[in-house]
């Protein structure tokens, strides 16, 4: 019996041993159809709506390969450093679930689709993950439990997913601790959402990630047995599933037991891993090349066009910022955590002309305004464009920083430019020193006393008397015009 996570051993005692971590991530690819038949990959359709007898894997039906999922699984390889083989082979994974009518994945075993990659990710400083393969394969359909009114007697089955393309990103065990794993993790899905791979949203299942993981005493060189925490779903679950992982298997070494290789899930209540089943091996799965599909032939120039037509990726991006906008490693990492932000991030500053300025108003105003709207950067009603020219009125003196805060808000709510409600609300600043004279005049006429304390050398008083121009400009004046025109009348 697994210990709870009251029983776990303390700190001290898991800091004698060092954790092994390998990734398993699922990532389903952005096509508009399946990747052996044409039906819908579209989320949300009512159940068992976006089927066909290839799908449901009737008797007599044939798959056949979709062009478009090899592509953007040969984007996601090479994003990853990969190397593509000129020659990769289907074959049948063979296994029994409900929600699997065919009773096979079409995936790839011993010919995958791409290998030897890797990733770099920074935790305590910079540090390379290995990349096994990147395989591609089918999905199954989903079997659903909770939600019908005898949820407590029936198991019921949407075969919508089945056929949805997926590729599998195999890690090499080269992570040691929860913290490594998260980030590989978020460079992954940076990595894949930059190359237009996939959305990665996890909560449509576009994202799914298994974690192999065993421990050894620090020094050792062979690994300890390892389990597999299969089917977590958030960053949040991963890294509380991995720590939870780490602790149970050393609290049991500690107390003499011996690591089980089993399948376990995490329970995000009890906040522990649970034993599923023994861990199967690759025989149990029967592999044999899938006899209704060729071999995938690669050429040089069919992958030399997709890299071709490669983005700029993450880790690449995140360099250009900080040699080419100045900005401080934060800020570059806070940008480029999403494309649609770094997009918005250069269209900004482009038009404002001040990088830093425009990281600022994204990372701040604009990141707290789209949260409490519940809107993401695509939805935002401030285009790049009407920001950039927020900050060019700001920096030209039409309007200071308070007032730019208060033009921006009714740009959030209106869509408006802030041109336009600059001049709707009567908010350009008077920089003509003739225009201000006579405010000038009419505040020094009025507080004599104030002007007194100034010819007699009390400087400080100047400030009360740009405050009375202000307020008789309502707020429209230029203060650096009006300090100007003061000290001119003043003598």
């Not at 407590?152 to 913290?179: A, F, Q």
């Not at 991963?238 to 037991?257: H, N, P, S």
């Not at 360099?319 to 490693?329: G, M, T």
């Amino acid at each position: 019996m697994s210990p709870s996570v009251a029983e776990l051993a303390p700190p001290e005692v898991i800091s004698k041993y060092e954790p092994v971590i390998g990734l398993e991530v699922h990532v389903q690819l952005a096509t508009a159809t399946k990747i052996y038949c044409s039906c819908p990959t579209s989320f949300g359709a009512p159940p068992n709506t976006n089927v066909c007898p290839v799908c449901l894997g009737l008797p007599g039906a044939l798959p056949v390969l979709n062009r478009a999922a090899v592509e953007m699984a040969m984007r996601a390889a090479i994003a990853l450093n990969c190397r593509i083989r000129p020659v990769s082979r289907l074959a049948r994974k063979n296994y029994f679930y409900p929600d699997l009518p065919k009773g096979y994945q079409i995936s790839q075993y011993d010919e995958p689709l791409a290998e030897q990659g890797w990733v770099d990710i920074s935790v305590n400083g910079a540090k390379r993950i290995g990349i096994t393969r990147v395989h591609m394969e089918d999905d199954a359909g989903k079997s659903m439990h909770e939600g019908f009114r005898d949820s407590d007697r029936y198991s019921y089955v949407d075969l919508n997913r089945c056929g949805t393309p997926l590729i599998e990103i195999v890690s090499e065990p080269d992570m040691r601790s929860s913290d490594e794993a998260y980030a590989y993790l978020t460079e992954l899905k940076q990595v894949m959402q930059f190359v237009e791979v996939s959305a990665c949203d996890m909560e449509k299942g576009q994202l799914r990630c298994d974690a192999n993981v065993s421990v050894r005493l620090k020094g050792a060189e062979k690994f300890g047995t390892k389990a597999e925490v299969k089917n977590l779903n958030s960053f949040r679950f991963l890294k509380m599933a991995l720590d939870y992982e780490i602790a149970r298997q050393v609290t049991i070494l500690e107390a003499g037991g011996k690591i089980e290789q089993e399948t376990r899930l995490y329970d995000a209540a009890s906040g522990e891993t649970i034993s599923m089943r023994s861990k199967e091996s690759a025989h149990d799965y029967r592999y044999f090349p899938e006899p209704d599909l060729v071999p995938l032939r690669i050429s040089a120039s069919w992958r030399d066009r997709v890299r071709d037509g490669m983005p700029e990726l993450p880790a690449q991006k995140r360099a250009r910022f900080i040699v080419d906008y100045k900005l401080p490693e934060y800020d570059a990492n806070w940008l480029t955590a999403d494309r649609g932000v770094s997009e918005y991030f250069e269209g900004t500053a482009a038009i404002a002309g001040d990088p830093k300025v425009a990281a600022n108003w994204i990372m701040g105003d604009l990141a707290a305004s789209l949260k409490a709207a519940g809107k993401t950067i695509s939805e935002s009603p401030v285009t790049a464009k009407n920001l950039g020219e927020l900050i060019q009125s700001t920096h030209a003196g039409d309007i200071n920083r308070q007032q730019a805060k208060e033009v921006f808000a009714k740009m959030f709510a209106t869509g408006d430019a802030a041109s336009v409600i600059i001049e709707r609300e009567g908010l350009k600043q008077i920089r003509d020193a003739g225009a201000l004279e006579k405010i000038v005049d009419d505040v020094i006429a009025s507080n004599a006393k104030q002007v007194e304390q100034y010819r007699g050398g009390k400087t400080a008083v100047l400030g009360f008397l740009v405050g009375q121009v202000m307020k008789a400009s309502r707020g429209q004046a230029n203060p650096a015009t009006v300090n100007e025109v003061l000290r001119k009348k003043l003598g």
